[in-house]
DNA sequence: TTGTATGCGTTATCAC
DNA sequence: GTGATAACGCATACAA
């Protein structure tokens, strides 16, 4: 900036002033400018941080160990939701991944060292120390997914029970007698919460013994619990699986055993995810707004760090069912 | 830091020694560590980077209108790959998404503002705004892929011309007569090269009517594709798809025609992803090195930050064949 | 309208 | 060993 400034034969502080918008007169505004592009001159933002106290950048945390980055199809399109409101805002996303304890331990350094004004994070626990360490430093953030033990902070989410209850209902609706659920990633509030639903719509006619438990929302998770839940049912007649991805593994498994979708047994998803329309037959399936959950943890860090008071309680997204072909 | 010292009854200049690790006594060591706990201080990286000139921190740009985050199953093992050398070597890893010109322009004002060491880039041309801005601020960087104008700058790729040729020779000498191909993202220069590698492999057997072009690597429109190769010559025994996921959507199609794979068709794909063993039958592939394109870009800017020569010509990785049941 | 001076939170170079 | 003090590059209140 000296040099922009001797270039110009002005002073730092008009340099300055021609970059952050103040009064300036036209004819020093022209030869700073030509200085600055003569000199390819560019603000340093260590420094400018340093005295704004900001930085105009948002932190995206997935954390998650072995970052699901690759398994789930909706951390995708929650990170482009959330960058499209970001941008707008003129802040940068900086996407952060955690796949070690020393990647979780360098995050949280970096976020309480001042590299960005707020963030959002993607299915956390209260005792996470990314968690923590937004609490304690009372960081502008905003929580996508709702661990019951998160409540108090604000989350935008959606709700994994009822949903999973209306599409079992809608499964039963058409008829079946024997229904089962895949469940998945039981140690989520999201798997767990899907099966609590599943088990509500069921009522009296709920049999433990028609739930495959599977680790991960997995393809090949999916066929291996199907495979199991017909070895103990042979009869069974609809499935729920806990995603669209383990509904699609459902699906070969069923091929592979010769039963027909729907005739033989009804299969519904969860997510709505490209697997969704992939799946022959496409699937029935509860739309989760990906997208839309992205954006709205967004504008409440924006808000948050425009100085708004946090919400009360945290944003509860519609979650409609697409009715398709295999159930 | 100021209240630190003052609890511990030192100076600053003693805290920040055992922050960084200088001579200090270890009576004043205990006293300012119990400090530090007590007040809850953490350092200001924006006042660190300013005075030491540098944030620990690297950019991971994928330069890809429409962030393909969601479509190739490649990027994310990249990231990965990158993350973990970059974290072995207490860098943090920071991703940044391009999904507008906008974020393009403001990523180049984050590059160029001194937020990151260093950058490693995925898919980007010479003539790419942030390509330019890395090379005229000497940003030490790392790309992957070698788009043929990006001569020059240090890269890791693999070989699409050599590794098209090889699986379309492997999958002639399995005796198919007619052999087309499904090519995608002839824009980009994956998938150019591996057209021409194609080509070159059949040579005067080559007939441009068996190639079907589709704009980009999705299972969709290599179902498309697969139709129209369908069309114009019924008679089709072999297929090249240009990756897994268009020839999963090549497989969809067959099955539905009626034809059996491998009896009927022989299908091979490109990259040896999730897709490939999803597939029935599982793909026979051109393996892609993912995890350790990233690595060694990883390791590429590290070393430029150290100080290293940057390498005078890109490195070119592995690409062995893999083959399964599809052909 | 513009120049000057001060401070942002650290590290590093000195003397002590 | 430790305490002052000068940068680091910028924004800004104040003076001119």
């Known amino acids: 900036m000296h040099d922009v400034a001797r270039a110009a034969g002005v002073s730092r502080g008009t340099v300055s002033r021609v970059l952050n918008g103040g009064y300036v007169s036209p004819a020093a505004r022209d030869a700073i400018q030509a200085a600055i592009a003569h000199v390819g001159y560019v603000p340093n933002n260590a420094a400018r941080s340093l005295v704004m106290q900001r ?8 954390h998650e160990p072995h970052a699901l980055f690759l398994e789930d199809p909706n951390i995708g399109s929650i990170m482009l939701g959330a960058n499209a409101v970001l941008s707008e805002a003129d802040l940068q996303m900086v996407s952060l991944v955690t796949d070690s304890d020393r990647d979780i331990e360098r995050v949280t350094r970096y976020l309480s060292g001042g590299f960005v004004d707020g963030a959002i994070i993607v299915s956390a626990r209260a005792q ?25 902070l604000p989350f935008v989410g959606i709700d994994n029970v009822r949903s999973a209850r209306e599409i079992t209902e809608r499964l ?19 798997g767990s919460d899907r099966l609590t639903g599943f088990r509500a719509a069921l009522g ?14 997995e393809f090949s998770a999916g066929a291996e619990g199907m495979r199991r839940l ?12 806990a995603s669209d991805a383990v509904a699609a593994g459902a699906l070969r498994t069923l091929r592979e055993a010769g039963r027909r979708v729907p005739e033989d047994v009804g299969v519904v998803g969860f997510d709505d995810s490209s697997w969704a ?14 997208p839309l959950l992205g954006q709205r943890a967004a504008e ?16 509860l997204l519609d979650t409609p069912l697409v009715w398709r072909e295999s159930a």
Chains 1, 2 share one sequence.
């Not at 006619?205 to 929302?217: G, K, M, N």
């Not at 009869?235 to 729920?240: A, P």
């Not at 329309?277 to 990906?290: D, E, G, K, M, N």
């Not at 409440?300 to 944003?315: D, F, K, Q, T």
């Open 204 to 217: 009296d006619a709920f049999d433990p013994a028609l739930v495959a438990e599977i680790p991960l929302y």
């Open 55 to 62: 930085t105009k950048a948002v932190g995206f945390i997935v």
């Open 300 to 315: 409440l860090v924006v808000a948050l760090i425009a100085g708004a008071e946090p919400p009360r309680e945290g944003i």
């Open 230 to 241: 017909l070895d103990v049912a042979p009869d069974i007649d609809g499935v729920f699986a």
């Open 128 to 152: 996470d120390p990314i968690t923590k360490v937004v609490t304690k430093l009372g960081l502008p953030a905003a929580f996508v997914g709702h661990p019951p033990d998160l409540r108090g």
């Open 172 to 190: 039963v609706a058409t008829g079946r007698r024997r229904v089962g659920m895949i469940a998945a990633a039981l140690d989520r509030d999201s």
């Open 277 to 290: 329309l992939r799946c022959q037959p496409p699937l029935s399936t509860v739309h989760q707004p990906a």
